[in-house]
Structure formats: C-alpha cells, structure tokens
C-alpha cells in the first residue's frame, strides 16, 4: 500500500534493525529500568553495548565507523528502546540526532575523521549545548560568547539542560560570535578536559532520570580555530537543519514510550478481574484500549512518513515538525490512560505506568515545545498559501 511515495510496509532493513533493538531492550534494559531511574545512575554498560551494536553511529556512512541505517532504520530503533526504557531512547537520540549529526552534516572532512570514529563506536558520548537559562527556543538571547584571539576561539558563558552533561566527552557548543547580528551565532567542537570547560549543577529530574542532564560552564575556554564548524555566522542556521532531524527521533520515542505503556495497559487488563471478570471485558476498557492503539499507529505512521522523506533527502521541516508534535502529545494521552486503566497500581512503582507517565512530559518539551511545533506548521502552511496565490 502507497501513499504518496511512502510505502507503510516495513523493509527488511527495517525489521531486522527493529528486532535487534526488540532483544536488546528486553534482555538488557527491562531487567534494570527501575535500578537506574531510582537511583539516577547513568548506565556506563548499557551506552557501551549501544555502541558495539552500532546504535550509537546508526545513520552515519561506516567510514567513519557509523551502521549505515537509514532514518527509517533509526525510527524503528528508537520506537524498540523506548518501548522499554525511554531515557535510554532519549540518550540514543541526543547523541545520534545532535552531537553527531551536526559535525557530519558541518563539520569538514578533517572534523568527521578525528570526532566521528570515536563518537559512533560510542568510545566517546557526545552533547549538543544550545539552551541557557535565558534562551531556549528563543535563541537570540543566547549569551555565552566565542571571541577570536589569534588562532584560537575564546568561549565565555554557559549552557542548560544539555543531555549528557555531566557524562559526555565531545560537544558541539553555540556561541555568539557577532552580537551585532540577531543571529550572528557559530557552532564550535569542544572536548571534555579543556581548560575551563566543566560541568555544573547535574538536574534532579521528574523522569528520563537515567538520562544525564546538566549544565556546561564555559571560563575562559580557549578553542582552536580549527574546531569552528563551517563558517562564523552559520551556527543558527546549522542548529534549526540538525533540530528538523532530531524531532524525528523524538517522534520515534514518542510512539515507542506509547506503545510501551499500552502494552503494559492491555497485559493489565487482561490479567487484572473485577466482578468476577476480567478488566478487558468492560467496554469502557475496550474503548480506552481502541483509542490508544489508534493514535499510536497514526503517530507511528507521521514519524515513518517524516524519516522517509529524510531518507529520500526531500524537505522534511514540515513533517518532522508534524510528527514530533502529534506523536509526543498522543503519548502523554495514552500514558495518562494507562495510569487511568491501572487504578490505583498506575501510581506505584510496581508497575511501567508510574515510570512512562513521569518520562512522557519532557516529549513535549525537548527539541521544541509543542507550541514550537504549532508555529513551525502554521509557518510553513502560511507560506505555502502565498506560494500558491
């Protein structure tokens, strides 16, 4: 069946990627979801595994030690590990989708060879640093400045919120380095070890809370020129290209945060009995179960249709956009219904429910609000009807 040019029918690329993920979710990650969550560790192990597998180079050419996987390959690998454990899948996105994208997609050829090995066999975790405590989605108020001294950059300020902070090695960090420009922004490489590069405050986090978030202090950090990505001037433009990108990620660990808690759902439901009958027998139950797998398999086909497009290198702002926004509000309705079918278990830690209800709200947050996305679509859809006038 096509639509468009999109085959929904998975390859066979696509089905060998997703139960090579199915398995490594369900023998690696189930056992130790709440170890990790309860405790906030981070889980060294677990990235390293990642890495043999390839997941944490998946989409980049295997010159530079990547898999070769093609976005549809990674949206089904997303879906897997988040069906299991979403701060994993956050982690595999941040690192795949940000750090590692914008050196491929920017950096020249000297960059890829000395960054990308290390970073797709997942030797080093990479960071992504745009957001400060005064500018997120609104980048121009971005303060940490990149100022030239000789052949080296000088980088002053601080970054929030960066996945990966505390435990990364190699950043790709956004600086002002015109502030006369409204967005005279650069994107520059920085290593962990640099003098006056460090990290802060670690975040005590709501969910997700195996996955490392903390800030990033910038004191005097000298850079080489030679770490610039592109030229000064581009960072902005570089950081909305490698975002289109990553909302497809987040869109994949949307769906699979949501088909994880529905799954949970119906296993419930069929083993839990009330007046002396199974919980799935209530039509009320029936109906809520209906309306989740619906949403979650509209959500699956959005994301799949934006990673197509990637794949076939079209435009796909507008899809992504579409896909991150629907998908990550779909799975914070379905995550809110499982706690709902689960009674008064969905509020213990004894049962997924509690866990994908907290880790679903940073989806419509992270890589653009749900509102960012509202803009974005409204933007391009207004566009498109002056195009055609």
Same mark, same amino acid.
């Given at each position: 069946?096509?639509?468009?040019?999109?085959?929904?029918?998975?390859?066979?690329?696509?089905?060998?990627?997703?139960?090579?993920?199915?398995?490594?979710?369900?023998?690696?990650?189930?056992?130790?979801?709440?170890?990790?969550?309860?405790?906030?560790?981070?889980?060294?192990?677990?990235?390293?595994?990642?890495?043999?597998?390839?997941?944490?180079?998946?989409?980049?050419?295997?010159?530079?030690?990547?898999?070769?996987?093609?976005?549809?390959?990674?949206?089904?690998?997303?879906?897997?590990?988040?069906?299991?454990?979403?701060?994993?899948?956050?982690?595999?996105?941040?690192?795949?989708?940000?750090?590692?994208?914008?050196?491929?997609?920017?950096?020249?050829?000297?960059?890829?060879?000395?960054?990308?090995?290390?970073?797709?066999?997942?030797?080093?975790?990479?960071?992504?640093?745009?957001?400060?405590?005064?500018?997120?989605?609104?980048?121009?108020?971005?303060?940490?400045?990149?100022?030239?001294?000789?052949?080296?950059?000088?980088?002053?300020?601080?970054?929030?919120?960066?996945?990966? $902070? !505390?435990? +990364? %090695?190699? #950043?790709?960090?956004?600086?002002?380095?015109?502030?006369?420009?409204?967005? /005279? =922004?650069? @994107?520059?490489?920085?290593?962990?070890?640099?003098?006056?590069?460090?990290?802060?405050?670690?975040?005590?986090?709501?969910?997700?809370?195996?996955?490392?978030?903390?800030?990033?202090?910038?004191?005097?950090?000298?850079?080489?020129?030679?770490?610039?990505? $592109? !030229?000064? +001037? %581009?960072? #902005?433009?570089?950081?909305?290209?490698?975002?289109?990108?990553?909302?497809? /990620? =987040?869109? @994949?660990?949307?769906?699979?945060?949501?088909?994880?808690?529905?799954?949970?759902?119906?296993?419930?439901?069929?083993?839990?009995?009330?007046?002396?009958?199974?919980?799935?027998?209530?039509?009320?139950?029936?109906?809520?179960?209906?309306?989740?797998?619906?949403?979650?398999?509209?959500?699956?086909?959005?994301?799949?249709?934006?990673?197509?497009?990637?794949?076939?290198?079209?435009?796909?702002?507008?899809?992504?956009?579409?896909?991150?926004?629907?998908?990550?509000?779909?799975?914070?309705?379905?995550?809110?219904?499982?706690?709902?079918?689960?009674?008064?278990?969905?509020?213990?830690?004894?049962?997924?429910?509690?866990?994908?209800?907290?880790?679903?709200?940073?989806?419509?947050?992270?890589?653009?609000?749900?509102?960012?996305?509202?803009?974005?679509?409204?933007?391009?859809?207004?566009?498109?009807?002056?195009?055609?006038?």
């Amino acid at each position: 069946m096509e639509e468009a040019g999109f085959d929904v029918r998975p390859t066979e690329s696509m089905l060998m990627v997703q139960q090579l993920a199915r398995d490594f979710a369900e023998k690696e990650l189930r056992p130790l979801v709440m170890k990790y969550d309860e405790s906030q560790e981070f889980p060294f192990e677990t990235a390293s595994k990642l890495g043999a597998l390839g997941f944490l180079g998946a989409t980049f050419p295997e010159e530079f030690g990547g898999a070769g996987l093609s976005p549809l390959d990674f949206s089904v690998l997303v879906e897997e590990i988040s069906k299991v454990d979403p701060s994993v899948g956050l982690g595999v996105c941040a690192h795949n989708g940000l750090c590692v994208s914008h050196i491929f997609l920017f950096g020249n050829e000297d960059q890829k060879k000395k960054y990308l090995p290390d970073l797709c066999s997942g030797k080093k975790l990479g960071g992504w640093g745009l957001t400060e405590s005064s500018s997120g989605s609104d980048a121009g108020g971005m303060r940490t400045t990149a100022v030239k001294e000789g052949d080296e950059w000088i980088i002053n300020g601080s970054k929030t919120f960066i996945t990966h $902070g !505390s435990v +990364g %090695q190699t #950043f790709v960090v956004l600086a002002v380095t015109d502030p006369s420009k409204p967005h /005279g =922004i650069s @994107a520059f490489i920085l290593e962990k070890g640099m003098p006056g590069f460090s990290a802060g405050k670690k975040e005590n986090k709501l969910g997700m809370r195996a996955s490392d978030t903390a800030s990033l202090i910038f004191d005097n950090v000298r850079v080489p020129a030679e770490n610039l990505i $592109g !030229s000064t +001037g %581009q960072g #902005f433009k570089q950081a909305l290209q490698v975002l289109d990108g990553g909302r497809i /990620g =987040i869109a @994949a660990l949307s769906v699979g945060l949501a088909q994880g808690a529905l799954d949970a759902s119906v296993k419930y439901a069929k083993e839990r009995r009330q007046f002396g009958k199974p919980l799935s027998d209530f039509q009320a139950i029936q109906f809520k179960l209906a309306d989740m797998a619906l949403e979650i398999e509209a959500a699956r086909l959005m994301t799949r249709k934006a990673a197509f497009l990637k794949t076939q290198g079209e435009s796909f702002t507008l899809a992504a956009a579409q896909a991150k926004y629907f998908a990550s509000e779909v799975a914070t309705r379905v995550a809110n219904e499982a706690v709902q079918i689960h009674g008064g278990y969905g509020f213990i830690k004894d049962f997924p429910a509690e866990k994908f209800y907290r880790d679903v709200k940073l989806l419509t947050i992270g890589e653009g609000t749900s509102e960012v996305q509202k803009m974005v679509i409204a933007r391009n859809l207004l566009n498109d009807f002056a195009n055609t006038r």
